[in-house]
């Protein structure tokens, strides 16, 4: 008689049908057959062979024999562990963690003669370790011919068991007949390890308090699988494999639900409720249990009406509740583990205004200095209640936000919790002012920071800054102008006026320049709304690639201007409605407009504007109606007035100058076919210092300078030029110039073996960048 695994195998071959059409049919996941057939799995659940059954359309003999057979398989496998040991049961629906099971069952087969394996699983209250554990070991059970062991270590308690009470189970569940035990844990420890030696075994060490009352319980070599779980890391257990869960990714969370709701209605408003409930449960395994449980015991519930109540977070953990489950009693047990210093820090974090925090923002909430924070920090990281994706970011949880929220309304007065969240705004806005200001061109070299939480004393320190802490002083951006702090928000904005030019990918500089000309246009000053218009219609163009929007903001900025009487920020909407006109095709318009911008420029002497600007646009401008050789003066003018004292703006800004002037004469040689005279200007171009100042300037300079060395037969320079391109490209995120250039680097063949593609040595000017 065939074994189980051949007999499906032989079956499922029958229907003519592939695992993965068995596995849509039947419910059952593809790796569970797949373990299945293999022989991992002897004895699966009567509900798995009755799905499989239905979904092969057995009946009669064949079907009588597949039952048959998996209740001798499960007859053969090993004896539940006695008494207090016994292995609890399994999760019938489990879902999802494929790559975690394939970790475990990767894990399961030790050697005599080597570390025996050791896991601790590790996650936030809620997060399915426990069933992820007794899933594993269950499925792999027939693998411990000596039994499979379950020890609840009670680590959340205020008395968590005493390691020697579970080397005595332990020992008499292997070795009933063993002598007296010693009472000394090193000496009861090794008694363990001797009695463990030989056999084939797995225990699972659930809900563990600490590396102390686990050390004693892990067996040195063997055969021996032990899985652990907890809330705290255990970072001090070494030789360890470590799975840290976190919430199901959505598919894996909707699957849950529909199967739990069994009574689904297929249509797409149901759907569209399961994503809702999902997004609501933040994709925890526990929510979405208590979720589909509800629906289930309460046939009068729609899934849109419960995804309704979920929306609404005030009431969102209340109706988290099924019975004795509750997402908040799970919650409030890692809560009540925490020292004083990391409740108050956990609560306060609830108030930080983006979705998740760094060190110095935490210190500021958190009213700690900085070791203490990192202590706190860390404190909370153990115990699950914050996530730490990457290096110094912490996030909350949805739900434990909002869990966290709800602990702080009812533990610190209001005008505590508004000063609190008052002074994380105001640090965030004077830290993004502050770092900001680092880029404006005539700025002192040195800027002070009276906050020593954070460094801002170079440009590639405020530049980290900015980028890292970006969704943070975004939303205190958001707040500010939310409560009237009109002021605030166009000093945010103004700070960010230079900053943006080197991070154009980010995103949200259209939002930052909306509010800020928002703000102005409510508080009545003419002159700022066209000065921040301005800066959004550059956002719109430069960003967005929207030219209908740039346009708009800058004719807006021109008509605030001219009630201002600010003949300055007249030129400057002239000179933006000139770009975005030339952006969007039409080259003809662009050229009065960028006359009229230089002429404007001229009368107020503002030397920026002019050879930065509207001399650039009068330039390309002229290109694109076929006058090249006007438009090479153009670009040899602004070289002249850069250079020439008299008409020169600041020293930062003349040399930018000259590398955007040096740019837009190495491109225009490019269009005319005149290759050795591109390479020649933009070789000097990317060297000049001014050019790390704006990425894209670099990215399109050597660009150029490999299509031209293409073009020359200079292939190895050419591809290694193109790489520093692409480096840049993927530093600001621009995904779509790096896939532009990728048809002309691989015509161009591999870079030489000396030049590194990205950066470094022979990259300095890359590097620079930061």
């Not at 007949?177 to 009472?183: C, V």
């Not at 257990?237 to 739990?260: D, K, N």
């Amino acid at each position: 008689m065939d074994n189980l695994g051949a007999l499906v195998r032989r079956l499922r071959h029958a229907a003519q049908m592939t695992i993965e059409e068995l596995s849509h049919a039947s419910g059952v996941s593809v790796r569970a057959i797949g373990n299945l057939e293999r022989g991992g799995s002897l004895g699966p659940q009567r509900a798995t062979v009755t799905a499989l059954a239905e979904a092969l359309r057995l009946t009669g003999d064949p079907r009588d024999e597949l039952l048959r057979t998996a209740r001798a398989g499960r007859r053969r496998s090993p004896a539940p562990a006695p008494g207090l040991m016994a292995m609890p049961r399994a999760v019938p629906d489990f879902t999802g963690r494929g790559q975690e099971m394939s970790r475990l069952t990767s894990l399961a087969d030790g050697s005599p003669d080597e570390p025996a394996p050791i896991v601790v699983i590790s996650g936030q209250p809620g997060v399915g370790k426990t069933s992820l554990a007794v899933h594993a070991v269950t499925e792999l059970s027939g693998r411990f011919p000596d039994g499979c062991f379950f020890v609840d270590l009670r680590g959340m308690e205020a008395r968590p068991l005493d390691p020697g009470v579970v080397l005595e189970r332990l020992i008499r569940a292997l070795a009933p007949d063993h002598s007296r035990l010693p009472l000394d844990p090193i000496d009861r420890a090794a008694v363990y390890r001797s009695v463990a030696v030989g056999r084939r075994f797995a225990v699972v060490l659930d809900n563990a308090a600490d590396e102390a009352q686990v050390r004693p319980l892990l067996p040195a070599t063997g055969t021996i699988l032990t899985v652990i779980t907890s809330r705290r890391m255990l970072t001090g257990l070494e030789g360890v494999a470590r799975l840290t869960l976190m919430p199901l990714p959505v598919a894996e969370a909707r699957g849950l639900l529909e199967h739990l709701i069994t009574d689904l209605p297929c249509t797409d408003r149901a759907t569209d409720a399961v994503i809702r409930l999902a997004r609501s449960c933040g994709n925890l395994p526990l929510a979405l249990r208590i979720v589909g449980n509800r629906l289930a015991s309460r046939p009068d519930w729609s899934p849109d009406r419960l995804a309704a109540r979920l929306e609404d977070e005030e009431r969102r953990l209340d109706a988290l509740t099924a019975g004795d489950l509750e997402v908040t009693a799970a919650f409030e047990l890692s809560y009540g583990q925490l020292s004083g210093a990391a409740q108050q820090l956990f609560r306060r974090l609830s108030l930080m205004p983006g979705p998740h925090s760094g060190p110095e923002l935490a210190s500021v909430l958190g009213g700690l200095p900085g070791a203490d924070t990192e202590d706190a920090l860390d404190e909370l990281v153990e115990l699950g209640l914050v996530q730490s994706g990457f290096t110094a970011r912490y996030r909350l949880h949805d739900l434990i936000r909002l869990f966290a929220r709800r602990r702080l309304e009812k533990e610190e007065p209001e005008d505590e919790r508004i000063a609190v969240e008052a002074r994380a705004v105001d640090w965030l806005l004077d830290t993004a002012i502050t770092a900001g200001r680092r880029f404006h061109p005539d700025h002192p070299a040195f800027l002070e920071h009276r906050d020593d939480r954070v460094r801002l004393d170079t440009p590639e320190a405020a530049q980290h800054w900015l980028t890292t802490e970006a969704d943070s002083w975004l939303a205190a951006l958001e707040l500010a102008a939310a409560t009237g702090r009109r002021r605030r928000v166009i000093d945010v904005a103004e700070a960010m006026h230079w900053f943006s030019d080197r991070w154009i990918h980010w995103g949200h500089w259209p939002r930052v320049f909306a509010l800020s000309s928002q703000a102005a246009a409510e508080l009545a000053d003419h002159a700022t709304t066209a000065t921040h218009l301005n800066y959004l219609s550059w956002a719109h163009n430069t960003c967005l690639g929207d030219t209908t929007g740039a346009s708009d903001c800058a004719r807006r900025a021109h008509a605030e201007a001219v009630v201002a009487g600010d003949l300055r920020q007249q030129a400057w909407a002239d000179s933006y409605l000139a770009v975005a006109l030339l952006k969007g095709g039409d080259a003809q318009g662009a050229l009065p407009l960028a006359a009229r911008a230089m002429r404007g420029f001229r009368t107020v002497n503002d030397r920026e504007g002019l050879v930065m600007h509207a001399l650039s646009t009068l330039g390309r401008a002229l290109e694109r109606t076929g006058k090249p050789h006007q438009a090479l003066r153009a670009y040899g003018r602004r070289l002249a007035l850069a250079a020439d004292p008299a008409t020169a703006p600041s020293p930062v800004i003349a040399g930018m100058t000259r590398v955007s002037a040096a740019r837009d004469i190495g491109l225009l040689h490019i269009t005319q076919g005149r290759w050795r005279e591109a390479v020649e200007t933009l070789e000097a171009a990317v060297a000049w210092e001014p050019a790390s100042n704006i990425p894209q300037w670099q990215a399109q300079m050597y660009a150029a300078l490999g299509r031209a060395r293409r073009e020359l037969g200079q292939n190895r320079r050419g591809s290694a030029d193109v790489d520093r391109a692409i480096a840049i490209y993927r530093r600001i995120g621009d995904d779509r110039a790096m896939k532009a250039l990728q048809p002309l680097r691989d015509s161009l063949g591999p870079p030489p073996s000396s030049l590194d593609s990205g950066c470094g040595e022979s990259c300095p000017e890359v590097a620079s960048t930061g």
